[in-house]
């Protein structure tokens, strides 16, 4: 099947009033799982990676992206790659050389005015390649060992006109929000600003995007899709779906070296943990939550 385009799925979902599930790879056993747990529940799926995740890879985005983009072609429904967190405009300006048809532009450590002419820059730029652009406003938190912001910290929380004005300023095709999540939450106790999202999705006009999601619990992903999320990214769920099942198997057999058998199991419960949570956004697109 040909690479979908992130942006027709985004559409697609926002249409029906639901989201797209964007799962993060790590290593090719990630992105064949994401896709087997996709076709599982027959739903469109985006294989995104990460800044980190290049950096993990020695610094090399090819190899991985190669990988995502076979897996992908070879799946029964579509599947879109898209470029996340991107920090560096260096690694930003591989993206279409590598067969992604979005990136995400990470810019919101900065002060506004930066984070505003960082963001515009490089919106430029991909839509002159034929990409769509995502950015964030507000600070989601929790990457690269920081701690989650406080509910009340300074900037913690995405501003609805301040994200108008920013939107209508950069040009960005999707924005990310920070209205209660965080990165690299182990705990499902997130609490969104479901008020929040409601004046958010009011006045952006452009689709808008949870990250940190693995965070929150079903209901609470449920109840951000029918209040206007249209991507839903999610990281450490699989991560931890992968560890637990690779800690199960290493302690039943203490002399295994083979990897094949671990990198399995941990495969497996990765791809039932994508169809699990697509199974949670599906639900919200055709009944409110």
């Not at 991107?86 to 690694?91: A, C, F, G, I, K």
């Not at 769920?237 to 671990?262: H, Q």
Request: aromatic content about 2%; proline content about 5%.
């Amino acid at each position: 099947m040909p690479i979908a385009a992130t942006g027709e799925l985004i559409t697609e979902a926002a249409a029906r009033r639901g989201a797209v599930a964007a799962f993060n790879v790590i290593t090719l056993e990630h992105a064949e799982a994401i896709v087997e747990g996709a076709e599982a529940a027959r739903a469109p799926v985006i294989l995104q990676i990460s800044e980190n995740a290049v950096k993990y890879h020695g610094g090399r985005l090819r190899p991985l992206a190669r990988a995502a983009h076979e897996t992908a072609r070879a799946a029964a429904v579509p599947v879109a790659l898209h470029l996340d967190h991107v920090h560096s405009p260096e690694l930003l300006h591989q993206a279409a050389e590598c067969g992604f048809s979005s990136a995400m532009f990470d810019a919101a450590r900065l002060p506004y005015a930066e984070n505003l002419a960082a963001t515009r820059a490089a919106a430029v730029w991909a839509h002159g390649e034929g990409l769509r652009l995502e950015a964030e406003l507000g600070q989601v938190g929790g990457k690269n060992g920081e701690p989650p912001l406080d509910a009340h910290a300074p900037g913690a929380r995405t501003d609805p006109d301040e994200a108008l004005a920013f939107v209508t300023a950069t040009g960005v095709d999707a924005l990310a929000v920070a209205v209660g999540t965080s990165h690299a939450m182990t705990s499902r106790d997130a609490r969104i600003d479901h008020d929040l999202l409601a004046r958010l999705r009011g006045a952006v006009p452009v689709p808008l995007v949870l990250h940190g999601s693995s965070g929150a619990s079903d209901e609470e992903l449920a109840r951000a899709v029918a209040g206007g999320i249209a991507k839903v990214n999610i990281g450490t769920a699989l991560n931890i779906a992968m560890t637990g099942a690779i800690r199960e198997r290493l302690a039943r057999d203490e002399r295994g070296v083979d990897p094949r058998p671990y990198l399995t199991q941990g495969r497996d419960a990765m791809a039932r943990t994508v169809t699990r949570l697509m199974g949670v956004l599906s639900s919200a697109a055709v009944k409110p939550v």
